[in-house]
């Protein structure tokens, strides 16, 4: 887990644990957005003041697997890395991390199709997208 370039840190809020006191599962697929978001706009992908539907992404699959809870005040870091850039899609690892000890929380994996949402329709990767990723994580 220590390949990742980007981290996002994140708050554990009261509002994100279920009745057994730690954070509920659907809350993993909220911070993995945020980071995510976090991360088109480091590598100059999408700005603040846009709308998500200029983003012209789509989840298309998701896939997490739980490792330890995770509770309120925990020091947590969210890890986003790009991993395959398709024609059409992006494939994205992501984890929730303890800022302090390294410990994985959860981990997960990503597709996100490539969206034109006026036409609904997918569209191909645009080739700033695969240059500035493919800078950015090495591929």
């Known amino acids: 887990m220590t390949d990742y370039k980007f981290f996002h840190p994140t708050e554990v809020r009261y509002g994100d644990l279920d009745p057994q006191g730690h954070v509920n599962n659907a809350k993993y697929l909220t911070y993995f957005e945020q980071a995510r978001i976090y991360y088109l706009i480091q590598l100059g992908l999408f700005g603040k003041d846009q ?10 699959d998701i896939h997490i697997t739980f490792h330890s809870t995770t509770h309120y005040g925990d020091d947590i870091k969210i890890g986003v890395k790009i991993t395959r850039i398709g024609n059409k899609s992006l494939t994205v690892e992501q984890c929730v991390m303890d ?12 597709v996100m199709v490539t969206f034109d949402y006026e036409g609904l329709k997918t569209r191909s990767v645009p080739d700033e997208w695969k240059q500035k990723i493919s800078e950015f994580e090495g591929l």
């Open 51 to 60: 709308s998500f539907m200029e983003v012209g992404i789509i989840i298309a």
């Open 99 to 110: 800022n302090k000890t390294g410990k994985v929380m959860a981990s997960g994996t990503v």
